[in-house]
Each structure stands twice: as C-alpha cells, then as structure tokens.
C-alpha cells in the first residue's frame, strides 16, 4: 500500500479529526503524530504510545496493524515533533499517517505564522478545520494569533461572522502552499441549524473558490471524513465508522 498521509491544520476539532480518522483506521498500520505539538493518546485508544522513540522501536511498533502514537518529548502534557529523517522513515513504514501540523490553544479559529503550518513533506492531503463555535464572539476570545490581522488588532471586541471566518479558511489554503487539489476544508461544530444555515453560506464562498468544502459535526455524525478524505484503496469497516 501506498503510503497516505493526512495533515490537519486550523482550529476548532483538530484532534478530534485525528482521533476519528485514528479509530477507523485501526486495522491499518496507523501513524498519530505531529510536527509542533500534540495531546498524546495512550493506550488503550492506541496500541502503543511512544516517547522520543529509537529508530528501531518506532520502525518496529509500525509492522503490526494498529495506532502508534509517536513524539519527541516536549511538556509535561503534550508530544513535540520526532526528528525529521526519523518521520520520513515511519511515513514510509506505516500505511496512513495522521499529523496535527499546528497549534491553536484549543480556540476555535486561528491565523499562522510565517512559520506554520508545517506540513510534512510527504503530505497527500492537508484537512483545514474551522471551527462555527466562533461565530457571534470577539475575535480576541475565538482567534488564535488574531491580531496578526491588523483591522482585528485594532478592534479585537468585533465579533466574527462569516467574513471573519473565510478569512482564516483563505489565510490557512494561502499559508499551505498546496494546490487546491490536495486540500479539505471542514467547517465544523455545525451542532445547530442557525450554525449549519451561516456555515453553508460560508461553504458557497469557498465552493466557488475552487476548495473541496464539508459542513459537519464530528461530535455528531464523522463518518463523512472517511470517504471524503481517504483513497478507495483503503477499506474502513463498518463497524468502525461510528
């Protein structure tokens, strides 16, 4: 099989994403990892977790099917990145690789620096998440790194609507660096109908823009990411798409 590998950036639903997409996956060699930092998951919602691993400790817990969570040590809650030659190696040995490439401080929007996000070089898709729970509050509650727009620098009491949130989707498809092609955008936390009603009007925009846009909830119905973001190649049961 042909290594797959899914980055996810953004805000508002990341590691649920990634944890979604983990659990169905399980009957694959399934690598969670990340490039800056992430909440590690333990067992027994992975087969093994994994600390600033050897090159043989980590080559070796990909061969048997099942999730291997895998990091550098960072702090005391979280993994940091594994060293980059090391990364390349495991994406080859495992069949899907999930990687959260930023950070958002568990608020539901975010603009990136320069730096970020940072994808690995073997990305095949990159999901965007944008999370709804933002809409009608002040950016300086909802977005991370908002003052990185000046106008929102100026006046952080305004409050996002659906100009503010296309503007972090456009800035996260510009900050990629990827063709249109191989990215998702998922406007999550759609959890009620005047939620859902702004958030189509939000996906019409990006539709227009050329950009692969979802509405959903992954708290309520997540199912929808499997076939919409992995290749027909690789098969989820079932009974794992729950």
């Known amino acids: 099989m042909q290594p797959f590998v899914i980055s ?74 594994l060293p980059s030659a090391l990364l390349a190696q495991a994406i080859r040995a495992a069949d899907v690789t999930l990687c959260e490439a930023d950070g958002a401080h568990l608020l539901p929007l975010k603009l990136h620096r320069p730096d970020e996000p940072v994808l690995p070089a073997d990305t095949s898709l990159c999901l965007i998440v944008a999370g709804l729970s933002a809409l009608g509050r002040p950016v300086r509650e909802t977005v991370h790194r908002y003052a990185r727009n000046p106008d929102w620098a100026r006046t952080p009491q305004q409050a996002v609507g659906i100009e503010q949130v296309l503007y972090c989707v456009r800035e996260a498809v510009s900050a990629t660096g990827l063709p249109r092609e191989r990215l998702r955008v998922l406007l999550n936390q759609a959890d009620t ?12 925009f990006l539709t227009d823009e050329g950009l692969d846009c979802r509405v959903g909830s992954l708290r309520d119905a997540p199912s929808f990411l499997f076939e919409w973001l992995l290749p027909a190649s690789i098969v989820i049961p079932q009974s794992k798409q729950t």
Do not use: F, M
């Not at 994403?17 to 992430?38: F, G, N, P, Q, Y």
């Not at 109908?193 to 996906?203: F, G, M, T, V, Y």
């Open 8 to 81: 996810v950036i953004g805000a508002g639903g990341k590691t649920t994403a990634l944890r979604t997409l983990a659990r169905a996956l399980s009957d694959h060699r399934v690598l969670l990892t990340t490039t800056t930092h992430i909440y590690p998951i333990a067992p027994p919602e992975s087969r093994i977790l994994l600390t600033a691993p050897s090159e043989n400790a980590l080559l070796e817990a990909l061969i048997p099917s099942g999730i291997v969570c895998a990091g550098s040590a960072a702090t005391e809650d979280k993994l940091g990145a």
């Open 193 to 204: 109908p005047a939620l859902r009603e702004q958030a189509l009007s939000i996906a019409h």
